[in-house]
């Protein structure tokens, strides 16, 4: 993109490094406008949201739960498990090409409006810094002179709170895999009966605090591989923060019209980027996470300088070049044509999904076993998943050929809504001279008269 600077080597340079390879530490202003106002409307939204949801249930069920550890899923309290992988694999596709289509044509904005980093990082603790340490300007003085009581106070004071809202975050976060019931076991019983859980819950809760309180901006600039896409997915006309460097160039500090464009080189754009860049190098620069803070910070100097506002706005750069109007570029609506496939055939699947799975398998390593009355047994392993909101009765049958079924322990005629039943069962089945050494039979899992599941399974006749 272009752009105007006297910092030719600013690609070269990462804002968060100091000359000699160091950590530069950001000391970002408070942002005080519009944008930022809208921002952190939403980010009490988005908090309140993120805080509340694991304790919502409709019939009993999560309204999110993502259980990894068990292997269920709920979105909106419908249970999926992982034998709805077809479903699950279609699900993050349509994810990765929503990501790739908003951001050709929005950008990183995502990043700036709702990512849960931008917003706990810039919305909770970065302003819990300016309440307890000031603003950048004074937090700066503060780190580069001696420590005073009060000032170890304060970072103390800081840190604490700090570490209290990762423990919160921690918390959550854990209840959206385990759900709340089980979290709560963890804080209220002895320790020793959830070491696993406690150990993570701890765990998270430094990852949290290390990342906000000394990682930060470092998560956007460098960590976070969405960032890393804006090099293949932004081009001249996705919208983005930019500067309007045909308007403000050349800058200049003189307040008279004459000398120059609008930029009155004040650098509080830069003073309030949280991943300390300039804009004015030009848009679509991977530490940009759109956050709008230049935007505001400009437009509260172009008031003062009684000069129109905009001159960091959301523009394309071709708006910018040539006052191109936003429109989609083939390639973007090549990609919302992909995205509109990908979810009719979702729909599609969903519509058609099978509220009970079955999964059989010989068990693996017990070949066979002979009768004394000259019959053969074969052992089986059956899995059972209602993922529906009422119990069924259930039967299995030995459709193919004359034979019988026997359950290993308690026989199971019904399975209640959302869950699962693991058991064993063997198949016997007489044998004849003639008979070859393996066979087929045919087993069916029935609900009063509908069939739930017909499968053919190998039995080993001889050895
Ligand atoms: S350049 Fe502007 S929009 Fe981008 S991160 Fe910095 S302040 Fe935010
Ligand atoms: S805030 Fe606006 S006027 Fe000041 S340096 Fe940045 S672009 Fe120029």
């Excluded at 951001?103 to 990183?108: A, L």
Aim: hydrophobic residues 45%; positive net charge.
């Amino acid at each position: 993109m272009k752009g105007n600077s006297d910092k030719d080597n600013f690609r070269e340079i990462h804002s968060s490094v100091t000359a000699v390879g160091g950590r530069k530490w950001m000391y970002a202003l408070k942002p005080e406008g519009k944008w930022y106002n809208y921002r952190s409307y939403i980010s009490y939204f988005y908090l309140i949201l993120f805080f509340t949801l694991p304790f919502i249930s409709v019939g009993g069920h999560p309204l999110f739960q993502f259980n990894i550890l068990k292997g269920e899923f709920y979105f909106f309290s419908v249970l999926f498990t992982p034998q709805d992988f077809v479903m699950f694999g279609l699900g993050m596709l349509i994810f990765i090409f929503i990501v790739i289509v908003f951001t050709m044509i929005f950008g990183r904005l995502f990043c700036g409006w709702v990512c849960p980093q931008t917003i706990f990082m810039e919305m909770v603790f970065r302003k819990i810094e300016y309440w307890i340490e000031g603003n950048g300007n004074r937090q700066k003085v503060n780190d580069h002179k001696e420590w005073t009581t009060e000032l170890i106070l304060r970072k103390g004071f800081k840190h604490f709170i700090f570490l209290l809202i990762s423990f919160a975050i921690s918390i959550t976060f854990l209840m959206y895999i385990i759900g709340e019931r089980a979290l709560f076991l963890i804080i209220q019983e002895p320790i020793k009966d959830h070491l696993t859980g406690f150990i993570a819950l701890i765990f998270f809760t430094l990852v949290f605090y290390a990342v906000y309180a000394f990682v930060r901006e470092i998560v956007c600039t460098v960590v976070c591989p969405y960032g890393r896409l804006q090099g293949v997915l932004v081009d001249s006309h996705t919208l983005s923060v930019s500067y309007d460097y045909v308007r403000g160039e050349p800058r200049t500090r003189q307040k008279t019209e004459e000398f120059g464009g609008d930029c009155i080189d004040c650098n509080l754009c830069v003073q309030v980027c949280p991943t300390g860049i300039d804009i004015r190098n030009g848009s679509s620069q991977m530490e940009c996470t759109q956050c709008t803070a230049c935007i505001d910070a400009c437009n509260m100097m172009m008031a003062k300088v009684k000069r129109p506002l905009g001159l960091i706005k959301y523009a394309s750069a071709s708006n910018i070049e040539s006052l191109e109007k936003f429109g989609l570029t083939s390639r973007v609506k090549t990609f919302l044509l992909i995205l509109i496939a990908l979810i009719g055939l979702l729909t599609l699947i969903l519509a058609t999904r099978k509220i009970v799975d079955v999964t059989v398998f010989k068990v693996p390593g017990q070949v066979l076993r002979y009768n004394q009355d000259g019959t053969v047994s074969n052992l089986y392993s059956m899995k059972i998943t209602n993922k529906g909101k009422l119990t069924i009765p259930i039967t299995l049958v030995l459709d193919q050929p004359v034979g019988i079924i026997e359950t290993i322990g308690l026989k199971p005629d019904s399975l209640f809504a959302e869950s699962k039943i693991d058991y064993l069962f063997f198949i016997t089945l007489p044998v004849n001279k003639s008979d070859g050494r393996k066979g087929k039979v045919n087993i069916k899992l029935m609900s009063n008269s509908k069939q739930l599941y017909s499968g053919n399974l190998d039995f080993i006749l001889k050895l």
